[in-house]
């Protein structure tokens, strides 16, 4: 039986791990859980699961929760969730927490020897640098989620690392992958949440309509695997069947196959190196999908995507600054109040205005991340204007 901690349970991730959970009681149990503002979610999953302590955003909802459940122990924000990861009883964290946030438990889960299977991107995007470090001095996996990674890490299995020649990552194009630049200038967020193959939360979605979530996953790759980034290649695959792949110096690829469902990667996360059957999971049909479809990932129609290299590359401050202008544009995008060729504009910009400055502790990533955030905060509000 293996002991979960699962953060952001309420969240697109987070519903697909009690999934799997629910369907293989005699292999998982949560045992903690986080959620965010959704109580009324939280409140029906108690009913099925068998958790002794939760964590919540804010206060106010603790009595409520304790009218229903008075034998949960609550703690709440982000200093809650920290609690969690240090105190609770576990074998994996799965982090599913979305945004910067997630970044501090799984450090922490680090450090307290726990292995944590990843799908927070900003863990390795922001502080790739730190996690790093940590893992060198803590026994413990970091396990991908992601279904890219995922992809990599299954073709991996097996394999010498140095006999890798290179990563190749694959990416659908996101909902504007057949827009050009100019068409880019007029498109709405109704059409932007309209992903071409996978069922994600609305700012990944957005994301990975900007490439900046390829860009993420070019970065987290290179932590993930020690491999640099010269050798990790983006392509365009719109089917989205073949995951990822990684080649080798015999001329080999190893490719993972699957239908686009989520639950297969963090399946794989929490058993592997085994396999469970999941009746639910729709095969792959070779044969019914019969062509599939690769191409350039362009750098000019996706500056997002090679900035992600340059400020990989670069490291120190830069991807927090990245991640931080990234977040609020993003979002303010979501809210209508800039265009989606504005939310590119606005994090070039705001790495390209930064300066270069090393990272030695979380204080100097919460900056950098907070520069990000207040450099795209102004820059939205003068476009507001205008
Ligand atoms: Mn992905």
Redesign the pocket.
């Known amino acids: 039986m293996k002991r979960i901690l699962l953060l952001g349970a309420s969240g697109s991730i987070g519903k697909q791990t009690i999934d799997i959970v629910k369907k293989h009681p005699e292999d998982y149990e949560i045992v903690a859980l986080s959620v965010g503002n959704n109580i009324n979610f939280l409140m029906d999953i108690l009913k099925e699961l068998n958790v002794n302590r939760i964590c919540i955003k804010e206060d106010k909802d603790i009595n409520t929760i304790k009218e229903e459940y008075p034998e949960i122990d609550i703690v709440s924000g982000d200093e809650g969730l920290l609690t969690l990861v240090r105190e609770c009883e576990y074998d994996i964290l799965v982090n599913a927490l979305v945004g910067f946030v997630g970044f501090m438990p799984t450090y922490e889960a680090i450090k307290t020897n726990h292995d944590v299977a990843l799908a927070n991107k900003e863990s390795l995007v922001v502080g790739g640098e730190l996690i790093e470090k940590a893992l060198k001095e803590h026994d413990v996996e970091l396990i991908p989620v992601?279904?890219?990674h995922s992809a990599i890490y299954q073709a991996i299995n097996g394999n010498r690392k140095e006999d890798i020649n290179k990563l190749i990552i694959t990416a659908s194009g996101g909902a504007f992958r057949n827009k050009s630049r100019e068409e880019l200038k007029e498109v709405t967020l109704e059409d932007a949440l309209n992903h071409p193959n996978w069922l994600m939360g609305d700012k990944i979605t957005i994301d990975s309509a900007t490439m900046m979530?390829k860009g993420f996953?070019v970065i987290e790759a290179h932590y993930l695997f020690g491999v640099d980034y010269d050798d990790i290649e983006v392509i365009i695959h719109e089917e989205s069947i073949i995951h990822s792949m990684v080649e080798y110096i015999d001329g080999s690829l190893i490719a993972q196959l699957a239908t686009a469902d989520m639950r297969l990667p963090i399946q794989y996360a929490l058993s592997k190196p085994a396999r469970l059957f999941n009746p639910t999971n729709e095969r792959l049909d070779l044969i019914k999908t019969g062509i599939l479809h690769f191409k350039e990932a362009d750098y000019r129609r996706y500056p997002l995507l090679a900035l992600a290299y340059e400020v990989g590359k670069k490291g120190g401050n830069l991807p927090a600054v990245m991640n931080g202008a990234n977040d609020i544009s993003n979002l303010a995008f979501r809210n209508g109040e800039i265009s989606f060729i504005d939310i590119e504009d606005i994090i070039i910009k705001a790495v390209h205005y930064a300066k270069y400055e090393e990272i030695n502790d979380i204080d100097d990533l919460i900056r950098a991340n907070q520069f990000g955030n207040d450099f795209a905060y102004r820059e939205i509000e003068e476009r507001k204007h205008r």
């Open positions: 992601d279904s890219e979530n996953e």
